[in-house]
Structure formats: structure tokens, C-alpha cells
């Protein structure tokens, strides 16, 4: 079980410098290896080099952002034939092929990308077995361009007319290896690493955060399939000879098992799984049939003994140490309090109106013609039996779905049919009836998410791994820090999000919401698996959002919270509006009062 992160500063810190010393180590190993080991092995150690960048690129979208793809072998043959042609036929220096197998492997992403938006899973396999297809066809039968089957050659590897040698295309291959991994760890160390884990675990709290989902599957793949573009580029110069054999569907297997095996969605996991997939069946070249058997073998305990692969088990190990720089000192850092969060009228009294609101699922009208003002400020409580279309009605005011019919206006603005992404920077922020937490991401993490809609650092900030990246990222950890203290949740910032109970990670999402400094909070059935003091605890919470004037719109069937904190409730019942008024006049109501109250009310 992982433990409370500023407790284990010095524990890091140890631990730190061993990763250091062996990061230098190997860094020692790379520079030194052709002279250590000779021709044979560098030239392995070259084709090692290529195909971890290759590993990388894949695991950036498919790995991080969770879109499997089987066209990684089409790609990095696109890029190797891009690059050929330029330096070959159009007589073009090395550097400039590469930029055309960035250019060419950024375009299939973006045919990829097409489909990404709709569909994921197997299908976007699928899809992407086709473009695997299309690419074997067009290197195979465009025989003009790519001289087909025979294969393609290329003039003796040169850069600024410079010829190189064994040992100098080692060191060009491993220069680039290494720029890839900065740009990598940049990227991933940034929020837009924790944005492409988000889009992979929730599209919908994804979404609920500010992320353009769509915006961030075609970046990533874009980023992706131009890192395998330069692996495609490096190949063809270093090969001399590219056929289009080489780019079937075996090697997309290949790059699948290397990041399955290493651990996909890590940094280092590319790396280690190209190592293990490449140097073990060497070890077994007198006997090609035992090779096969054990490396089968190994890959079918592996996968099932480690099923986050070996940097995943790795990582599980170190989980109490992982980098918490930013809330390790907080030292006199100032007692926090929910006045921090205080929100200023900025607009009409009735922060949100719902005029004519209508859903309809087919025949099903989940709400019909509903009009709703909040007053803001308030805590209005939206109360119904099973099915009466509340969740509905909370989806439509943040825009999952969207109305048949109807307006919504937030704030004075019309916002009906906004994406949540586009709400949320507009001060809406919601918790979901069932807990959506980014589970890949620890539970600072999650409730640091909240707050990613007030990052301004760019790509560029990120990979660079600027000061301003660097403030804006500690800043944004401290926030979620005291985020989870207001909550009560800080010590659990280390942990994953799927060891807490129901009742805490109901408490996380409200962290999280709170992170994003909203005006407007929905939360929908926040007391649902919370025990009775679990319930008062968070009351009281819920209060205190009120006294600082964030207005809260809460979905509950608690009767007790409900009256207990509620300054107007809306009772709805096939997605129609019943009932509405202060807590006093609902409770009062004879139709309220029978059908959905029942005994609870009388003992209020
Ligand atoms: N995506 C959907 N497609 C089809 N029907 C849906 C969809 N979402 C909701 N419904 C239907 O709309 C009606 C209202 O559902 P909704 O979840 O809004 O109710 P609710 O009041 O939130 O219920 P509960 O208290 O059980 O969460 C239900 O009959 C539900 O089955």
C-alpha cells in the first residue's frame, strides 16, 4: 500500500540518486559500447536504438492516450520510404529526409485520426489494420516511387556531406535516441502527459476537466506518428536498403509485445520491452526452435505475472516514492480554508435558467418541457424517484448530452448544447452519480486535473521543462494540495484513486470540482455509498462551497442532507417538474410529501 508522499521525502531522495547513478551508468555503457563491444554488436545496438524510438512514438498514443493501432509497422515504413525518396530521388540531404518522413507519417495520422474520433477499442484496430494494408499496397505496387517488391536503395549514409562510419552512425542514432526520450519525459511531465492518461481512462470526466478529447486523440496520435516517422528515417539511411517486407504485420506485433511487455503508458517500459524482446531470443540462436518456445513462453508469463509489464511492477514497488517535489516542503505554508474558493456576483441573481428543457432518448422523453432558475448562492436540490430524469437534466445543463429542445443560461449566457470542456472554463464543475476518477493518475493527480483549465505553459514550455512549466505545475500541486486538506483527504494524496472507499473517492470528485474554481457546482448523488458520518462530514462540506457563494445544484435521494441543507428543492417525476419552493413549502407539499418524502420528512 502506498504511503503519504511528504513522509517519505528523504526515502525519495535516496532513492532518487541510486536512479541517477544508474541512469549516469548507462548513459557511461551507451558512450562507451562500440568500443567496448565491436562491430557485430553495434550494429544490434544501432537497430536497438531505432526500434526503442519506434516503441516510444507507438506508446504515446497508444499507450498513454489509450488508442490501440495496428498500424505502427505502416507507419515507420511511410516514414523509411519518405525519407529514401527525398535523399534518393529528389537528391536531398539526410536531414531533410527526415523532415519528410515527419511530414508524410503526420499526414497517415491524421487519416488515422479521422476515424479516432467516433470510434476506439477494437474497432479503431480495425481501422487501423486497413491503413496497414493500404501502405503494404502502395510500397508494394506504386512500383515508380517505391520499386515495388526488388526494394529500395540508398546512397551511404552522409550528414552535411559527411560520410558516416559504423561508430559515427552509432553515435547519430543514439544523439537521436536520446533527443526522443528528453522530448518524451518533457511531455509526459507535463499536464499534457496527465491529459492523454485522462482521455485514455474517462472520456466523459475527460471531457469534465476542460479536455477537447478530439483535440488531444489527434495530437497525440500526431506526435506519435512523427517520432515513428524519424525511427522510419534513421532506419532507411542506417539500412542502406529498405523493402516493403520489412513493414508487415509481423512488426507490428513486434512493437505491440515491446511495449506490453516493458509496460505500456510509462517511459522507460518502450525501452526495457524492446531490450527484453530483442536480446533474449538472441541468446537461443543455436536452436531457433527453443527460441521460439521460450520466448513464447516467457511472454505468456510475463504478461500474466506482470500484467502492467515490468516497468508497471517497477513502478508498483516505488509507488511511495513517486515525484512529489512540489508538496514535500510545504513547510509554513498558511492554514487553508474555503475562503480561498469564495466566488463574487458577477452576473444576474439566477445564476442558472433552464427554460423548456426536453430530452428524448427515441420514444423515451427522459425530460420534458423543464423550466428551472437556481438562484445564486444557493443550494438547490434537484429531488425524484428512480428514472425521473435527473442525471438527465444535470447532463444537459453541462453539456454530455444534448437537448431535443429547449435553452440553458449560465451565468446570463447561453450556453444550451456546450461541451462540458467549454462550460467547465465558463465556471461549471460536477461530480458524476458514479465515481469517475482518472484511475492511472494518483489522487493528487486527479484533483490537480481540476485545476488544468488555468495552465497557460505550452508544448514548447513543457519539453523544454521551462520555469514557467515549473511554477505553473507547483502551483497547480499545492492548489490540489489544499484542495484535498479542505477535504480531509490529504493524506491519501499518494495513493491510487481505486484503493479508497466509495465514500472518499465521492469526496475526491468534490476536490477535484472544487480544484477548478467554479460558480456553479453539480453534484450529482454525492452521499450515494457515504456512511452516516461520512453524510454529516460531507454536509458540512457542501455548506461551507455554499458560505462562499459557489452556487451548488445537487442531485440527491438522502433525505436527511436534502432538507438538512437544501435552500430550494425541485421535485421532478418523469421529467416533469411537480413540485418546487424552499425546503419548508416542498416538505409541506401533500403530493411531495406522499409520494417521494414519506416518513423521513415528518422527522425533519
Ligand atoms: N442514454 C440514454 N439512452 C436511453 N435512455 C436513457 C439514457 N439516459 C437515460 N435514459 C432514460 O431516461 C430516464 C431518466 O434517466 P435518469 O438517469 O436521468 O434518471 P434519474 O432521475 O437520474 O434516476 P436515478 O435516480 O435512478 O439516477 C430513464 O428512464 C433512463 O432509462
Redesign the pocket.
Known amino acids: 500500500m502506498p504511503r503519504f508522499s511528504t513522509e517519505t521525502g528523504p526515502l525519495r531522495k535516496k532513492y532518487s540518486l541510486w536512479f541517477t547513478i544508474l541512469k549516469l551508468a548507462l548513459l557511461f555503457i551507451c558512450l562507451a559500447f562500440p568500443f567496448i563491444a565491436g562491430n557485430y554488436y553495434s550494429r544490434f545496438a544501432i537497430i536497438l536504438f531505432i526500434y526503442i524510438i519506434l516503441s516510444i512514438g507507438y506508446d504515446i498514443s497508444s499507450g498513454y492516450c489509450g488508442m490501440l493501432t495496428l498500424s505502427g509497422a505502416a507507419i515507420f515504413g511511410a516514414g523509411a520510404y519518405a525519407s529514401a525518396i527525398t535523399i534518393t530521388t529528389l537528391k536531398m540531404p539526410f536531414l531533410v529526409g527526415m523532415l519528410a518522413a515527419m511530414v508524410v507519417t503526420g499526414l497517415i495520422s491524421f487519416l488515422i485520426s479521422l476515424p479516432a474520433y467516433k470510434v476506439k477499442g477494437n474497432y479503431l484496430a480495425l481501422i487501423s489494420l486497413g491503413i496497414l494494408e493500404i501502405v503494404q499496397r502502395i510500397l508494394n505496387d506504386w512500383t515508380s516511387l517505391t520499386q515495388g517488391a526488388a526494394g529500395f536503395f540508398l546512397p551511404q549514409w552522409s550528414i552535411f556531406g559527411m560520410s558516416l562510419t559504423n561508430y559515427t552512425k552509432y553515435y547519430v542514432v543514439f544523439f537521436f535516441l536520446i533527443l526522443i526520450m528528453l522530448f518524451e519525459w518533457g511531455l509526459i511531465k507535463s499536464h499534457w502527459g496527465r491529459d492523454f492518461v485522462a482521455v485514455k481512462n474517462d472520456e466523459i470526466a475527460a471531457s469534465g476537466v476542460g479536455i477537447n478529447n478530439r483535440k488531444f486523440k489527434v495530437i497525440a496520435l500526431l506526435i506519435s506518428s512523427m517520432i515513428i516517422g524519424v525511427a522510419g528515417s534513421l532506419y532507411a539511411s542506417y539500412s542502406e536498403f529498405i523493402s516493403p517486407d520489412t513493414f508487415g504485420f509481423y512488426l507490428t506485433i513486434f512493437i505491440l509485445l515491446t511495449v506490453v511487455i516493458g509496460g505500456t503508458g510509462t517511459l522507460s517500459g518502450p525501452a526495457i520491452g524492446v531490450v527484453v524482446v530483442m536480446i533474449i531470443p538472441e541468446f537461443f540462436n543455436a536452436s531457433p526452435d527453443l527460441k521460439q518456445i521460450v520466448f513464447g513462453g516467457l511472454l505468456i508469463i510475463l504478461t500474466q505475472v506482470m500484467p502492467g509489464g515490468i516497468v508497471g511492477r517497477i513502478k508498483e514497488r516505488f509507488r511511495a516514492i513517486e515525484d512529489n517535489r512540489h508538496i514535500e516542503n510545504l513547510g509554513d505554508r498558511l492554514p487553508i480554508s474555503f475562503e480561498k474558493y469564495r466566488v463574487h456576483a458577477d452576473g444576474p441573481e439566477n445564476i442558472l435558467v433552464v427554460k423548456n428543457l426536453t430530452k428524448r432518448?427515441g420514444g423515451?422523453t427522459?425530460v420534458g418541457n423543464l423550466d428551472l432558475a437556481v438562484k445564486r448562492g444557493t443550494v438547490h436540490s434537484l429531488i425524484?424517484p428512480?428514472?425521473?430524469?435527473?442525471?438527465?437534466t444535470v447532463n444537459l445543463i453541462t453539456g454530455i448530452d444534448k437537448p431535443s429542445e429547449g435553452s440553458v443560461i449560465f451565468n446570463g449566457e447561453d450556453i444550451t448544447g456546450m461541451e462540458p470542456f467549454d462550460s467547465v472554463k465558463r465556471g461549471i464543475a460536477r461530480t458524476y452519480?458514479h465515481v469517475r476518477l482518472f484511475k492511472d493518475l494518483r489522487v493528487i493527480d486527479n484533483v490537480a486535473m481540476g485545476g488544468r483549465i488555468y495552465y497557460t505553459y505550452s508544448m514548447a514550455d513543457a519539453i523544454f521543462h521551462s520555469r514557467r512549466k515549473r511554477k505553473e505545475e507547483k502551483e497547480a500541486y499545492l492548489e490540489a494540495y489544499d484542495c484535498l486538506k479542505l477535504i480531509g483527504l490529504d493524506s491519501k494524496s499518494n495513493f491510487d484513486p481505486g484503493s479508497l472507499s466509495t465514500g472518499q473517492q465521492k469526496l475526491v470528485e468534490i476536490a477535484r470540482a472544487l480544484c477548478e474554481k467554479p460558480k456553479l457546482m453539480v453534484l450529482d448523488e454525492p452521499c450515494a455509498g457515504l456512511n452516516e458520518t461520512e453524510v454529516a462530514e460531507l454536509s458540512e462540506i457542501i455548506k461551507k462551497i455554499r458560505d462562499v457563494g459557489i452556487t451548488v445544484l445537487m442531485?440527491e435521494?438522502h433525505m436527511s442532507i436534502v432538507m438538512g441543507i437544501s435552500d430550494y428543492i425541485t421535485v421532478i417525476d418523469y421529467g416533469k417538474k411537480i413540485a418546487e419552493g424552499t425546503t419548508a413549502e416542498v416538505s409541506a407539499d401533500p403530493v411531495v410529501r406522499k409520494a417521494y418524502l414519506g416518513e423521513e420528512v415528518t422527522a425533519c
Open positions: 432518448f423515451l427522459a425524484g428512480n428514472g425521473a430524469g435527473k442525471t438527465t452519480q442531485i435521494h
